[in-house]
């Protein structure tokens, strides 16, 4: 499993909360307290909207412990909205084609979980994939298929919509290989004016996921960056999140539909 964060809100320094707090991002990389195993150390990667049209990508196989580049980026950085992702691989290598977040044109994704017994579906979650996306896909990993299967089901309009037909459709295709294992996803998307996290599992077990708002920024990650008493609240099972400038926070329930069963 790997951890994350996702910010919006004042533009910051990214160094404020991937370097800087006591339980930060980096640290969390070394020494996570939620995750399957407390070391996060397959890659790390940046995410950020600035002044122009698509966001910046920052991403490195090395540990995020380990990068002198990291810190220096980050304390020279300030976004308004950007992702962070420390990656602990569940199976796929170790490179940079398979580092969070993924971007394309205006969006940003990233993931922590699993799609059970991936080996036996890829293929078949890859054919959800069309040709004029397929093009962008550059590494192995699920969380990429899942990114461009869902952007062909509309996630750039309806990210709540997409997803809940795409994760479907992958339960569905592991159902039909055989697989008793869980798909389970806590994932942050953005267009750059919206983000939209969310948590959701086949087996009522999601990753853990929570959200802190404070005046008007906003911050979800996947554990408290720092004293656990400071207004942080989970995400609940199978809810998504979605924060606004200017707006309040959404949190709502979130279904997965697969083809074929009845809600």
């Known amino acids: 499993m790997c951890r994350f ?18 339980h930060s991002l980096i640290h969390q990389s070394m020494h996570a ?47 308004r909205l950007f992702f962070a992702h420390v990656r602990a691989s ?33 293929r078949r979650i890859e054919e959800l994939i069309p040709d004029r996306l397929y093009e962008h896909r550059l590494g192995t990993g699920d969380t990429e298929a899942i990114f461009l299967a869902a952007m062909a089901d509309g996630l750039a309009e309806d990210p709540v919509g997409a997803l809940s ?56 990650v996947s554990e408290p960056v720092d004293e656990r008493n400071a207004g942080w609240q989970p995400v609940a099972a199978n809810h998504v999140l979605v924060a606004r400038p200017g707006a309040a926070v959404e949190v709502q329930p979130f279904m997965v539909m697969v083809p074929g069963e009845v809600p």
Not at 5 to 11: K, S, T
Not at 38 to 63: S, V
Not at 92 to 119: E, I, K
Not at 204 to 217: E, I, M, Q
Request: aromatic share 10%.
């Open 33 to 79: 307290d939620e995750g399957k195993a407390p070391t996060n150390g397959d890659g790390f990667g940046l995410g950020w909207y600035g002044e122009r049209e698509e966001p910046g990508l920052y991403r490195e196989i090395r540990p995020a412990w380990s990068d002198e580049n990291l810190r220096s980026l980050c304390e020279q950085v300030r976004s």
């Open 5 to 22: 964060l996702a910010y919006l809100g004042e533009p910051i320094f990214l160094s404020d909360l991937v370097c800087a707090p006591a």
């Open 165 to 220: 037909r795409t994760l479907g459709r992958v339960l569905a295709l592991m159902r039909q290989a055989g697989s008793t294992q869980p798909l389970r996803f806590a994932a942050a998307q953005s267009d750059g004016t919206t983000l939209t996290c969310f948590r959701w599992s086949s087996d009522h077990r999601p990753p853990s996921l929570y959200w802190r708002r404070v005046g008007g920024n906003v911050l979800v």
């Open 90 to 122: 569940t199976g796929t290598s170790t490179t940079r084609a398979n580092c969070h977040p993924f971007g394309l044109g205006r969006q940003l994704f990233m993931h922590n979980g699993q799609v059970g017994d991936y080996a036996r579906v890829k």
